[in-house]
């Protein structure tokens, strides 16, 4: 057991070690986080779940098993057993297995960066469209705004999964399976699944113990640490220069692997001055994907200034970790001002541009536009259509493979 308890300790501290140093958090977790041993008993809870009714651990009591699942609404590794949960769920309630789904985290807990992996973010308020997306049948409850149930069970990460027998004596806990991806053929070990079989047979947990795969716990206490890297991000000096046609056609070709947005815009242009704070959030929001926002200005050249003090007050300047690919592509700078003419810039950006401004398009690697929008976008729409070219799951594959293709959105 002290083998166990000692091993639970290391992985606390090697899922916290990226927030070390948020005040009020010890390797990444708060400092009064529980650890539970095998044949303790489940802590109680009472908490607000999508059906907006408050549910306690009492509920889930007088089933075969119970399963305590922490999971989040914006994790990509959680993501990946939606599909798994719920099949899981339709097969072994009807074995007496009771299922309780509890959301850890805290908007607060979260960089803008970390969200982009799906449409929804931790509130409890996106907790009911995320299930209901996912047609989940069990209870989702929400532990965000005090976060006392993650801390009385250990939350170390989500999905972090805690197996109780009829007792409700833990019996096992750590991963729901050993697979990180969407495809159900990835996964090997169904580790949650042999721990319920075992209890239900009435034998001995084969493994009782794994690491749990996914994202950190969000603790309130990381709001610090992420408004520092938001201020950041705002500081980051913005540089632009002109670009005539066959410059915008060699960025067109997108040799990356990434995803280019090419938003072309003018500071005398009403609708992009407007539209702007919404494509920046867009660009934070991939800002850990491999995804750049590249902007055309269509201001006259000698206002280069002005173009660069309008997007240094937007906070547009370029990610360090865009800067160092740009670097490799022998170019200085995402942020241009268009030379040419307007025939020019359809030449050269999108032959299907049907000429007002603000134009965005989306640009796979290899060169093909996967989504076009003329006129203020939705940034909620665009980034649903962004993502379901690039995938709301981690994939074992390359990124122009990892999902269908679609046709790009007109308008």
Not at 5 to 24: E, I, T
Not at 385 to 390: K, T
């Amino acid at each position: 057991m002290k083998r166990l308890l000692s091993l639970l300790a290391v992985l606390a501290a090697v899922v916290g070690v990226r927030a070390a140093d948020a005040p009020g958090l010890v390797n990444g977790h708060p400092a009064d986080i529980k650890t539970l041993a095998i044949g303790d008993t489940a802590p109680e809870f009472e908490l607000i779940g999508t059906d907006g009714k408050m549910h306690k651990l009492d509920a889930y009591k007088g089933g075969e098993a119970l399963v305590v699942l922490f999971t989040s609404n914006h994790c990509p590794t959680s993501h990946s057993i939606e599909r798994r949960l719920q099949r899981f769920w339709e097969a072994y309630q009807k074995k007496g297995v009771k299922l309780v789904a509890i959301n850890p985290n805290h908007p607060d807990g979260l960089s803008k960066d970390e969200l982009g992996y799906g449409e929804f973010g931790d509130s409890y308020e996106e907790m009911k469209p995320y299930a209901l997306k996912n047609k989940w049948t069990f209870d989702y409850l929400y532990d965000g705004d005090k976060q006392l149930t993650a801390r009385a069970y250990g939350c170390l990460a989500t999905p972090h999964v805690f197996i109780f027998d009829k007792n409700l004596k833990l019996r096992y806990q750590g991963r729901f399976d050993d697979s990180r991806f969407y495809d159900d053929s990835t996964v090997k070990s169904p580790d949650a699944q042999n721990a319920v079989d075992a209890i239900l047979a009435g034998k001995p947990v084969p493994v009782e113990l794994t690491r749990p795969m996914g994202c950190s716990t969000k603790w309130r206490e990381k709001k610090p640490l992420h408004d520092a890297k938001h201020a950041e991000w705002a500081a980051i000096t913005v540089k632009a220069e002109t670009i005539d046609a066959k410059g915008l056609a060699a960025l067109r070709k997108n040799p990356t692997n990434k995803y280019r947005m090419v938003n072309v815009w003018a500071t005398w242009c009403g609708p992009c001055v407007k539209e702007f704070p919404d494509i920046v959030e867009l660009t934070r929001k991939f800002g850990m994907r491999d995804f750049e926002l590249i902007t055309l200005s269509m201001d006259e050249p000698k206002d280069l200034p002005k173009v660069e003090a309008f997007l240094g007050k937007n906070s547009a300047g370029t990610a360090p970790k865009i800067q160092n690919g740009l670097k490799n592509e022998g170019r200085t700078t995402n942020h241009y001002v268009f030379t040419g003419s307007t025939d020019e810039l359809a030449a050269s950006l999108d032959k299907d541009m049907p000429g007002p401004i603000p134009h965005t398009v989306v640009i796979a690697p290899g060169g093909e536009i996967v989504y076009r929008h003329t006129g203020i976008i939705d940034r909620e729409q665009a980034a649903s259509a962004i993502l379901d070219r690039m995938n709301r799951f981690y994939s074992p594959g390359a990124a122009t493979a990892a999902a269908p293709k679609k046709a790009a959105k007109k308008k």
